[in-house]
């Protein structure tokens, strides 16, 4: 579950992890794995966790961390036309095969370039999906958009 959210100013998504009968180790495993991937600045195509933690009184732990507006699977698969001065990218469907294929490639390298970083510290994402990338506006000038993992 996400939870869109204003902390001192600055909006970020909450994700709650119902984890019942997790034993310590197993959440302080997840726990370094986030601080070793995911400290602010760490990867440009690692999303950054801001905070976490366990819900006072509940089941519940959370991961707050940097807000993107607009998912791989909604910029492959977004079916209305956005206006021209709209700042997300999108995927120009009707495009050349030669445009296609540069934007296919440029998300493609910054995925693969998220898993390499997250394989050389011998972690794995376990949950790789078009809705856990996130795209944003990197060019818009040239159309490119970076790629980040959640």
Not at 134 to 150: H, K, Q, R
Request: some cysteine; proline content about 4%.
């Amino acid at each position: 579950m996400y939870v869109r959210l204003t902390h001192l100013e600055k909006a970020f998504a909450r994700k709650l992890l119902h984890i019942p009968g997790v034993d310590q180790r197993d959440i302080d495993n997840e726990v370094r794995a986030i601080m070793t991937l995911c400290g602010e600045g760490n990867h440009k195509n690692i999303v950054s966790v801001l905070k976490w933690g366990e819900l006072p009184n509940s089941a519940y732990y959370f991961i707050d961390m940097e807000l993107c507006d607009l998912n791989l699977a909604v910029y492959i698969h977004r079916t209305d036309t956005p206006s021209l001065s709209e700042s997300l990218p999108y995927f120009i469907k009707d495009a050349s095969v030669d445009l296609r294929a540069l934007q296919i490639w440029n998300i493609m390298r910054q995925i693969a370039k998220g898993i390499t970083y997250i394989h050389k510290h011998d972690l794995v994402h376990r949950d790789v999906k078009p809705a856990n990338g996130i795209s944003y506006p990197e060019d818009l000038d040239n159309g490119v958009t970076s790629a980040l993992f959640t």
